[in-house]
């Protein structure tokens, strides 16, 4: 099982530049994520998705889109990348919220991808 | 709104010995999740224990125990003997049941000493 992938791991971008940051998870999941996480700071969400067609804005969705048109795939997209948006992005997926559900809550990370605008 | 507090920014331990780290929240939901994530310099985020809020019973998993007080919104994590492998960013999270949203702590960075 690859889990969750992210690609790509290091990207540097010039301030204005658009670019999308893949994610796709083999595990079946409903609920994928993206957050971004700033230096020394905890994880901020910027979009979630509780399945195929459904995106919501999370904590700092502005300046991002994403869209969800599969189960496996959620990509993040970078409009007009400011130096603000430097920073370490994380997709993550779970398969449920569900009390009764075994693995319920737990979520699973990619390995990150790396952003500098500059 | 959900808050998560992690008040230590950095925390250092010598190996084998023991050490806990805190953790607060706040929420006036009664049916939650918390959660303990380790992310290494590697920074992969690896789950390292979950505690349902409805269990009075701490989560344990080999090493890694929880003191989970919920009157008082408390989530430490006790790590006992000490590895250089746990050395990484220990952060806190909280989800609501059947929502979607995590909150996640500012984090501590543990250091294991040799």
């Known amino acids: 099982n690859a889990g969750v992938t992210q690609t790509p791991k290091f990207r540097i971008l010039k301030i204005g530049q658009s670019m999308t940051l893949q994610c796709t998870q083999d595990m079946n999941h409903n609920y994928m994520y993206w957050y971004r996480q700033d230096p020394g700071m905890g994880l901020k969400l910027i979009y979630y998705?509780?399945?195929?067609?459904?995106?919501d804005k999370g904590e700092v969705p502005n300046g991002y889109n994403v869209s969800r048109s599969t189960t496996e795939d959620f990509p993040l997209r970078l409009e007009l990348a400011a130096p603000s948006q430097t920073s370490v992005y994380f997709c993550?997926?779970?398969?449920?919220?569900?009390?009764?559900?075994?693995?319920?809550?737990?979520?699973?990370f990619g390995e990150g991808s790396r952003l500098t605008v500059l | 709104a959900q808050t998560v507090t992690q008040s230590q920014p950095e925390m250092s331990v010598q190996e084998a010995e023991t050490v806990t780290l805190s953790c607060t929240y706040d929420?006036?939901?009664?049916?939650?999740?918390l959660f303990w994530y380790k992310q290494p310099p590697s920074r992969q985020m690896i789950l390292v224990i979950r505690?349902?809020?409805?269990?009075?019973q701490n989560a344990t998993e080999n090493r890694f125990s929880v003191n989970f007080q919920k009157a008082a919104k408390s989530f430490s994590l006790k790590i006992s003997d000490s590895q250089l492998g746990d050395t990484a960013m220990y952060f806190c999270?909280?989800?609501?049941?059947?929502?979607?949203?995590?909150?996640f702590g500012s984090g501590t960075k543990l250091n294991v000493k040799p």
């Open positions: 998705s509780v399945g195929a067609g459904i995106t």
């Open positions: 993550a997926s779970s398969y449920s919220m569900n009390p009764r559900d075994r693995d319920t809550g737990e979520l699973f």
């Open positions: 505690q349902e809020a409805y269990k009075q």
């Open positions: 929420t006036s939901e009664s049916n939650y999740y």
């Open positions: 999270a909280f989800v609501r049941y059947n929502f979607n949203k995590f909150y």
